[in-house]
């Protein structure tokens, strides 16, 4: 069963990615995946600034952070478009997290890992102009970044009122699945001699 890691690229209350990234994990979780959902108000971190790394090291939350990443063999992330591109927070997540630190490599975190990437906004264009850009990060940063996405628009008028279940899952589902799939054939191979 591959283990996933779950998160938001926002922390704002009422987001529409922190709704989506829920719905994502009930069913990657159906899917045979086990998952690990956090919230990334739980492990607030400076922006990324060279001389405060050079003066006071990794921050605790970013250490934290790289450890749940390292731990897992796959990602899971919903995030919002701001101005066509990530949003500051994920964005400063992903750079802390691929800090070199005490000598290992700050790609280590990333190594081997597969992510399946979401995005939902209340407009027409559902995150399509950011996927993209997280694509690159995280390709750059060594991660296997599924060919298939997830693009809710709409996302104020996708979920259901009464469970906060996706009106049209299918999608989706389909992607979470191939995660899943994915992982556990990569494993595999990995175990192989």
Do not use: C
């Not at 926002?10 to 719905?23: A, F, G, M, P």
């Not at 009106?167 to 175990?191: F, N």
């Amino acid at each position: 069963m591959p283990k996933i890691l779950a998160f938001s690229g926002s922390i704002r209350r009422d987001s529409w990615n922190r709704k989506l990234i829920r719905v994502a994990v009930d069913a990657t979780r159906a899917a045979g995946g086990d998952v690990t959902l956090i919230d990334l108000a739980d492990y607030p971190l400076p922006l990324y600034n060279g001389d405060l790394e050079e003066r006071d090291g990794l921050p605790d939350n970013a250490q934290r952070l790289k450890a749940l990443f390292k731990e897992h063999d796959a990602l899971l992330i919903a995030s919002p478009e701001y101005n066509s591109s990530m949003p500051p927070l994920l964005k400063n997540t992903l750079d802390w997290v691929s800090r070199e630190w005490q000598g290992e490599s700050g790609l280590v975190p990333y190594q081997n890992k597969v992510a399946a990437i979401l995005a939902a906004t209340p407009g027409t264009f559902g995150g399509m102009r950011m996927l993209p850009h997280l694509r690159q990060v995280l390709n750059t940063l060594g991660v296997l970044v599924l060919p298939g996405q997830f693009s809710l628009a709409h996302a104020d008028t996708a979920f259901d009122p009464e469970n906060g279940a996706l009106k049209s899952p299918a999608r989706l589902h389909a992607l979470v699945v191939d995660l899943v799939r994915t992982t556990t054939a990569l494993a595999r191979a990995a175990d192989q001699p």
